[in-house]
């Protein structure tokens, strides 16, 4: 279990957070689920440090080890596929063949071993998460950040990288938060689900073990989540 | 192609025209001709006073111009990282701006010897455009792709090569693109002021003083070509340089 205590973030006046805690469980996949500002990234971006101007009386999240897979693929233009991957990874101790096949090995689970001589402005959107995806992979990791990883996508694509992002997941079940507004999206990716709203943010519902409802039980969380989520226009 | 065809039609116009003006005019000491300022020049070339005054004019050019570059580069990435460096740096910069190139070479000529002269206005004048470009291109690196690096732990001396630099390169071309072209007319201007004892601004005060007009547009020529031949080398190792010859081939492959 990892847990985070009366968090507080503001803007100058506009608290973000006050007192927000939640709890995240280890080795799932955790959906954080709200309407855009809800403070979904914000709470991320604190998660993982990018920002520090925040208060908290306690968290398990200090330490740890993250890799993040953003709304876009924040890919570096000027480096190879198989460049960006080896950026994120730290070769003091590893040998040069270990990095070779730790980044062939994350292309292909993702299909991509073909393109590492490419840059990425010779890849579609698609494939370019796909690299992001095996960018997040390639390293060691505790937790897993992810924050609308498949907004730009089409359906199709969208579904193809879904499967692939949860057969990759399966192989070593690491700590996954997963910040969507979409709720089908969080209903079949996640194991629990924290919808957020309000403002400051708190957590308005929990949704526990969504992956082993059947169909009727999940057809009745969706309609529940949903009326939580129209509540907050 | 077309293009082509047309650039080279316009540069054979001009020609034309300069050829024109210089058979209406027909006074070789005023204008001389396209024929006349080729002939010059290549009988200049048989004279091995010609490449010796060559060889001290581009090396002051180039020597000036890599030392700016250096200069340039490790200041302009302090200035981009730390905004009171670029406060503390800000008004030598503008004085370099706009003081008047002459102004330089004077002093230049006062504080160092006639050779060293041209070689040290050369450094200051190609310094400004290039560092302004660095601090440019620092602080426009992405800020989402130093946040991912943040997030993925990278050591500050990785995210320096592979984030920063990989934004300042297309900055840094432009910058050097600019104070090459300034070198070459820098340059040979100090040296037509100071006067050294080889170079090619020397040989140009000389045709002067010789009222050989000809020369004097000869050495232009020269200078011209040399500017010209230089730039586009500088080009080729840019291109060749943005990405790898196997997928340089087509741009878009998917």
Redesign the interface.
């Known amino acids: 279990m990892l847990r985070l205590e009366n968090l507080t973030k503001s803007y100058n006046d506009n608290y973000i957070f006050k007192d927000f805690s939640m709890v995240i469980e280890k080795n799932r996949i955790t959906c954080l689920l709200g309407k855009s500002g809800s403070g979904k990234t914000t709470l991320l971006n604190v998660l993982s440090s990018i920002t520090d101007e925040f208060k908290v009386k306690y968290s398990d999240f200090e330490k740890l080890r993250y890799s993040y897979i953003f709304q876009e693929p924040r890919l570096l233009e000027w480096y190879t596929v198989y460049k960006n991957l080896q950026f994120v990874l730290d070769n003091t101790h590893m040998s040069k063949q270990a990095i070779h096949e730790k980044i062939m090995d994350s292309l292909k689970m993702v299909e991509m071993e073909k393109y590492a001589d490419y840059y990425p402005y010779q890849l579609s959107g698609g494939m370019a998460q796909r690299v992001s995806i095996a960018r997040a992979f390639v390293k060691d990791f505790d937790v897993l950040l992810m924050d609308e990883p498949f907004k730009g996508l089409d359906p199709t694509q969208k579904e193809d990288i879904t499967d692939r992002f949860l057969k990759m997941w399966r192989e070593n079940r690491k700590t996954v938060i997963y910040v969507t507004h979409d709720l089908d999206e969080a209903l079949y990716m996640a194991y629990d689900i924290h919808v957020l709203g309000e403002h400051p943010t708190k957590i308005l519902y929990t949704s526990r073990n969504a992956y082993k409802m059947n169909d009727t039980e999940r057809e009745n969380e969706r309609d529940k989540i949903w009326q939580i989520l129209r509540s907050q226009i | 192609m077309k293009q082509r065809f047309l650039k080279a039609a316009a540069i054979i116009l001009w020609l034309l025209i300069w050829q024109i003006l210089a058979m209406i005019i027909n006074k070789e000491l005023l204008l001389p001709s396209p024929y006349i300022t080729i002939k010059t020049l290549i009988s200049k070339m048989s004279e091995s006073s010609f490449y010796i005054a060559l060889l001290y004019s581009l090396f002051r050019i180039i020597i000036g111009f890599l030392i700016a570059v250096v200069f340039a580069f490790i200041l302009g990435v302090i200035s981009g990282l730390s905004k009171n460096a670029e406060i503390l740096l800000s008004p030598l910069i503008t004085v370099i701006r706009s003081t008047p190139v002459m102004s330089f070479i004077i002093l230049a000529i006062i504080w160092f010897s006639y050779n060293l002269a041209p070689l040290a206005v050369n450094i200051i004048m190609c310094f400004p455009p290039i560092y302004d470009n660095v601090v440019k291109g620092i602080t426009n690196t992405d800020r989402?792709?130093l946040?991912?690096a943040?997030?993925?732990?990278?050591?500050p001396l990785?995210i320096f090569k592979?984030?920063y630099l990989?934004s300042v390169?297309p900055f840094l071309a432009a910058g050097m693109n600019t104070a090459l072209g300034l070198a070459f007319r820098v340059a040979v201007a100090a040296e037509v002021l100071a006067n050294p004892k080889y170079g090619i601004g020397t040989k140009l005060l000389q045709a002067k003083y010789n009222l050989e007009t000809a020369e004097v547009f000869a050495w232009t020529f020269m200078i011209l070509l040399l500017s010209y031949l230089f730039e586009y080398i500088f080009k080729i190792i840019i291109e060749s340089r943005r990405?790898?010859a196997?997928?340089r081939k087509s741009?878009?492959?998917?």
């Open positions: 989402k792709l946040d991912m943040k997030v993925y732990d990278i050591r990785k592979g984030i990989g390169k990405y790898n196997q997928t741009d878009k492959v998917i």
